[in-house]
């Protein structure tokens, strides 16, 4: 070691404070094997600080002192290490704190691999006060969802009935040791706060406060990730907490108002967040007296700006350790914005503080682009500093452009000219384009409208007949539109051709917004080359220069196609991470942009929606459409078709409405014969799903798709998959379409994607489904081999299959013996998580689970038990079928009929007839409720009921297979056995 270990120890002795007994003897053990110089004078430092008066001593070392009783080692005989909780074997201790254990586990139910991160209450501490905080903190991390936040993935109680629960397990250490190991910059200090503002922000936005933002509590990954962690002692904003019962909080970094009168909002979050900032920048508190006495109600103080904590004693190292020149240098760097920033994060007044963490985490952002603040805007002079700082090239040519500012003059009436012509040369070519491919599409993100071939050929004759040869940039940008029209169609060797073509004809002239290479990018993902797509749009990026709003705008037309290749190559999360940060970056150019940021909304939107997280998702493409109504109806409408998605996979009461809005919408503005038109019409038919209003008119527009793209397009396989069941012959003619799709999305999209996945889920729910006449002897094993690779395929590239593992437990139930019934069981629990993580509680997923799970105790035998869950099921949807919303209803009241079958059946087996009457006469009235959308499920209960009440047998048919084939099976039997009066 270089560096004088007296420097080195007063650098860790306010985090050795910090400690726990036990933690702090693991840093003396440590320090000893391979730094004993910084243990000798960490104890000198810890000898001489214990003879300071007791308001001199700080909070963190009175604690020290008074768990000085504590073990003197972290315990390794721990009696959980190799157990196992649930489907987790724990492998060893992490670390323990106020709230309980953490363990380093792993998955080892044989079903996939997976490390996690187990929190155990600890015993010997259980209080109802820790135990609710406990269960608190779980509940919080199930409803976050962040590459930046530790997220929950498993959970239930132990043997002693104390809770548990596995989070996402972060290989990281402290971020204020990850910073110092490094000589991290500030810069790079600064752009960690920044994560963990995002991550804070979003925990924020669901409600949620931290309540202990600290350096431990900030694990930076080896990719240089920070990821937020511990929510033990978080809360919902406003969260009252009865005295006597409030978990420790970190004083060091407590706002005044959390320390004096227990307040915990999103305030004092962002005051611990400007803490950590004094601490990552200038390794010194807020306020220079940050002892005992500042746990007195009493304001002495007020903070100190960063620049000016930096004293002479070792403020060399520290100006080293953060990559500066020497403490001269870190000083300029703190003072001024950076400083301005961090005081008013700790300010010692809540209102006095920014508004929120999102604005705090943007006067880091403009701190770091060079802008100016918002709560600092600064002199026009210190402006055009911060601009020349931006744009020194720039910032150079206007310093030359004064010297030839009159040359300039002579130039003008030349350029005005010029101007005139490219104005008059770019109306004539959209004109050509509005004629024939029915938009102006010269501008955008990279999409292009459909059109048939035949407009495409005539719009490039014609194109080739303007007289464009003064005019490069334009002839350019136009042919490169009509190779995204041919891609579209999948006529890549025009494509090809134009694009070459394009890149020819813009010659030395700029590319403005770099749309000739972002086409040419662009082709490449939809030809499935993305390994180039992201090679070429990546090297795109590393040749913009500056920060100018050119190199901006263009980072997020290449940060798209990024976006795009990361996704379909399995990278989903970062992917979304991608898209995250393309969002920000769609928002900072303002609002002559909003069409682009619509675009990166659909974008993200549509990346949440295949990962299931359908309220985020839904968020952007609302704000996609009020962004893009008032400019473009068609790109509006493309959002509006990801909500009609979102819509079907909560299965919401909107579906129909949705998707009839979206059907008019596109006959208005594409007209009936365009394939988004035809889809839409695919759409609506699948929210009237498993009855079709009009056959014809969506064979119809099956065959608008074919005839615009060719039968072997994803569009058309994806189309064909959709509504196969609405035109086939019969169910073996809809195996034999279902097939055909799957085939063509393996050709063209290949066997990973999730087009392709989708297709294959609805072929193997069909197999399954078959009805007895037309089922095959493999049809059963082909459909669950199917479900259960697609589910595996899905967990592979991160993305969820809860339609998949409800077809099956459905299958299992109706099917299976008793090896099924315990994958029934498993997948039950895997459902009940993603009723949990994806819908909300008035979906009606979560009350299907809790049917399946009361059908599954009832194939096993535990009528009595099953009877009691049905019982509580009936109370609870009988609220959620009587609701305002038909749609809701008539999927809510199916659960209800269902459930009120089976007590009908156990009232049958107890022999209590009248009682299994009056349980089918309720369903009756539930099914005659929802009308001729059921009739089929009312003439079945009304057959039950005739037959309860001659004692014939029932119907070998009926609507609903999972609940009939158990009342034939079991009724039949015993409907005979109970004499010929009934008994109650």
Not at 311 to 326: K, S
Not at 534 to 560: K, N, P, T
Not at 590 to 599: N, Y
Not at 790 to 808: F, M
Request: charged letters at 25%.
């Amino acid at each position: 070691m270089t560096q004088d270990p007296k420097l080195r120890a007063l650098s860790v002795f306010d985090d050795y404070l910090d400690l726990s007994g036990a933690a702090q003897a693991r840093m003396r053990a440590d320090l000893q094997q391979r730094d004993p110089e910084l243990l000798a004078a960490l104890l000198s430092l810890l000898a001489a600080d214990g003879e300071a008066s007791l308001l001199d001593i700080a909070p963190a070392e009175l604690l020290a002192q008074v768990r000085s009783a504590e073990p003197a080692a972290l315990e390794t005989d721990d009696p959980r290490v190799g157990t196992r909780l649930g489907a987790w074997q724990i492998d060893g201790v992490i670390a323990e704190g106020g709230m309980g254990t953490v363990y380093a586990a792993h998955r080892a139910d044989g079903q996939y691999e997976q490390r996690a991160a187990l929190k155990c209450v600890r015993a010997t501490l259980a209080s109802p006060a820790l135990l609710q905080a406990f269960v608190g903190e779980r509940n919080h991390l199930a409803r976050l969802e962040h590459p930046g936040i530790a997220t929950l993935l498993d959970g239930g109680l132990d043997a002693d009935g104390h809770p548990w629960f596995a989070m996402r397990y972060v290989d990281g250490v402290a971020v204020d040791a990850w910073c110092d190991r490094r000589n991290a910059s500030v810069g790079e200090r600064v752009d960690l706060l920044i994560q963990v503002c995002e991550a804070l922000s979003y925990a924020h936005a669901q409600g949620i406060v931290h309540r202990d933002i600290k350096p431990s509590n900030v694990l930076v990954g080896a990719d240089g990730r920070a990821h937020l962690v511990d929510f033990g002692i978080s809360s919902h904003f406003g969260d009252a907490q009865a005295p006597g019962e409030h978990i420790a909080i970190t004083p060091d970094y407590a706002a005044p108002e959390a320390r004096e009168h227990g307040v915990h909002a999103p305030a004092a979050d962002q005051y611990a967040l400007g803490v950590l900032t004094y601490r990552l920048l200038c390794a010194q508190w807020p306020l220079p007296l940050h002892r005992l006495r500042n746990l007195i109600a009493v304001n002495i103080s007020q903070p100190v700006p960063m620049d000016r904590l930096i004293d002479d004693d070792g403020a060399q190292a520290l100006a080293h350790q953060r990559g500066a020149r020497d403490a001269a240098a870190l000083r300029r760097e703190l003072a001024g914005d950076l400083s301005a920033i961090a005081l008013k994060a700790v300010a010692s007044l809540p209102q006095d503080r920014y508004a929120s963490v999102s604005e705090f985490a943007q006067d880091l952002r403009r701190w770091r682009e060079h802008r100016p603040l918002a709560i600092r805007p600064g002199s026009r002079w210190s402006r055009m500093r911060k601009w020349r700082r931006r744009n020194p090239v720039a910032a150079l040519l206007g310093t030359t452009l004064a010297l030839v500012v009159l040359a300039a003059l002579g130039l003008s009436l030349w350029q005005q000219q010029r101007n005139a012509r490219e104005i008059a040369a770019t109306q004539t070519v959209s004109q050509l384009f509005a004629s024939t491919l029915g938009a102006a599409t010269l501008s955008g993100l990279g999409s292009a409208p459909f059109s048939s071939r035949a407009l495409l050929e005539k719009t490039e004759r014609e194109l080739g007949k303007l007289p464009l040869h003064d005019q490069p940039g334009l002839r350019a940008r136009s042919l490169a539109t009509l190779a995204r029209s041919y891609a579209v169609i999948g006529d890549y060797r025009s494509a090809e051709r134009l694009a070459a073509q394009a890149q020819q004809a813009l010659g030395s002239e700029e590319d403005r917004d770099n749309f000739v290479a972002a086409t040419r990018i662009a082709m490449l993902n939809t030809q499935n080359h993305y390994a180039e797509a992201m090679h070429r749009a990546r090297a795109e990026i590393a040749r913009l220069s500056g920060d100018g709003q050119a190199a901006r705008l263009s980072r997020v037309i290449f940060g798209s196609e990024i976006a795009k290749a990361q996704w379909s190559s399995g990278e989903t999360l970062a992917a979304l991470d991608t898209a995250d940060k393309l969002v920000v970056s769609a928002r900072e150019l303002g609002s002559d942009h909003r069409e682009l940021l619509a675009q990166v909304l659909i974008l993200r939107a549509g990346f949440l929606i295949r990962l299931y997280r359908l309220r985020p998702a839904e968020s952007d493409a609302r704000e996609a459409i009020a962004l893009a109504r008032p400019i473009n109806n068609v790109l509006a409408d493309d959002a509006l078709d990801l909500l009609t998605v979102i819509s079907a996979r909560r299965v919401s009461p909107l579906q129909r409405s949705l998707t009839q809005e979206l059907l008019q919408r596109r006959r208005a503005t594409l007209g009936r014969s365009h394939p988004l038109t035809a889809r839409a019409e695919i759409l609506r038919a699948l929210s009237q799903y498993p009855s079709a209003d009009s056959p014809r008119e969506i064979e119809q527009a099956l065959a608008n798709i074919g005839a615009a793209y060719g039968r072997e397009h994803p569009d058309y396989g994806w189309a064909l998959s959709a509504s196969s069941w609405a035109i086939a012959r019969d169910p073996r003619d809809n195996i034999r379409l279902l097939r055909e799709a799957v085939g063509i999305l393996q050709r063209t999209r290949g066997a990973r994607s999730e087009v392709t996945l989708g297709a294959q889920g609805n072929l193997g729910k069909d197999l399954i489904e078959m009805p007895d006449k037309f089922r095959g002897a493999t049809d059963f094993d082909e459909g669950t081999a199917l479900l259960e690779r697609n589910i595996e395929a899905k967990r592979a590239i991160g993305v969820p299959a809860p339609a998949e593992r409800t077809t099956l437990i459905r299958a299992m139930l109706l099917y299976g013996g008793q090896a099924q019934l315990d994958t029934a069981e498993r997948l039950l629990s895997e459902s009940a998580i993603d009723s949990r993580l994806y819908y909300a509680p008035d979906d009606a997923q979560p009350a299907q689970v809790a049917f399946f799970r009361n059908v599954l105790l009832f194939r096993r035998g535990q009528h009595a038990q099953a009877d009691q869950g049905f019982a509580r099921l009936i109370e609870a949807e009988f609220a959620a079928a009587t609701g305002e919303h038909e749609r809701r209803s008539r999927l809510h009241a199916q659960t209800l009929i269902k459930a009120l079958t089976f007590r009908a059946l156990y009232a049958t087996q107890r022999c209590q007839r009248e009682q299994a009457l009056a349980y089918l006469a309720q369903a009756s009235r539930v099914a005659d409720a929802i009308s001729a959308s059921d009739a089929a499920m009312a003439r079945i209960l009304r057959d039950y009921r005739n037959a309860l009440l001659s004692r014939s047998p029932l119907p070998a048919s009926g609507p609903d297979r999972l609940v009939h084939t158990q009342v034939i099976e079991e009724t039949n039997r015993l409907a005979r056995s109970c004499g010929a009066a009934p008994r109650d």
